[in-house]
């Protein structure tokens, strides 16, 4: 069974409007340093393919040993025009946890 990015990480997510967030937590200091190498927007802009139109923009927060990817045009339009079932930015994190992953 391949490794997932969630074996190293988990995920939180929120969204406004029309843009989502994504945070990417480690699960261990030796992992942030794997996931923060590896796990760029262009990559998460490959895992997500449609569900993201917008761009989409990372930032680190080492204190915390997160990355956040903020995701424009990701919602179908937001909350009171998208036909997309609820909880809308709510289950690209599973989406992106759900990337295989390599040491």
């Not at 995701?71 to 990337?99: E, F, H, N, Q, V």
Request: charged letters at 25%.
């Amino acid at each position: 069974m391949p490794k997932r990015l969630y074996d190293i990480a988990y995920g939180r997510t929120g969204d406004k409007g029309n843009i989502a967030n994504i945070s990417i937590i480690a699960r261990t200091p030796q992992a942030y340093q794997d996931i923060k190498a590896k796990l760029t927007a262009e990559r998460v802009k490959q895992q997500l393919g449609d569900l993201v139109l917008g761009e989409i923009v990372r930032y680190e927060m080492d204190n915390i040993e997160a990355l956040n990817f903020v995701c424009y045009d990701a919602l179908d339009g937001g909350g009171t025009r998208s036909l997309r079932i609820d909880p809308l930015g709510k289950s690209l994190a599973g989406a992106l946890l759900y990337m295989e992953w390599e040491d």
